[in-house]
């Protein structure tokens, strides 16, 4: 399976965005799907996942204001975000992993796309 992860830009404090994850190559709707980010100098982090059958977790900083979501018809993810701050810069990647256990750890997900970068002025 192949990623492409796009719709990342420059967006002002308290604005919205919504990014987009094009999954080419195999059927997707039996792989977990998750959201993580990169600010500069620091790790891969978590942002959110979704199970096949649409069971969501989020991490702590974005929870409330982010939202996960999947359309296996169109095989693309999304992750619509909501009042951003600038903490929120950072590289947004998506990945995904086979099967239908949700992991938080970047280890557990082979597959990855290219990154976009989500940029929040303040």
């Known amino acids: 399976v192949q990623l492409q992860a796009f719709g990342g830009g420059l967006v002002q404090a308290g604005g919205s965005l919504r990014l987009s994850c094009a999954v080419s190559?195999?059927?997707?709707?039996?792989?977990?799907m998750g959201w993580f980010r990169q600010a500069p100098g620091k790790e891969r982090e978590f942002v959110a996942a979704?199970?096949?059958?649409?069971?969501?977790s989020y991490a702590e900083a974005v929870k409330g204001r982010f939202i996960i979501s999947r359309d296996d018809a169109k095989d693309t993810l999304y992750l619509q975000m909501n009042s951003l701050k600038p903490e929120d810069t950072a590289i947004y990647y998506c990945?995904?992993?086979?099967?239908?256990?949700?992991?938080?750890?970047?280890?557990?997900?082979?597959?990855w796309g290219q990154g976009t970068l989500v940029t929040v002025s303040s």
């Open positions: 990945a995904a992993r086979e099967g239908s256990i949700l992991h938080r750890s970047t280890e557990y997900y082979p597959t």
């Open positions: 190559g195999r059927t997707y709707s039996s792989y977990v």
């Open positions: 979704i199970k096949p059958r649409g069971v969501t």
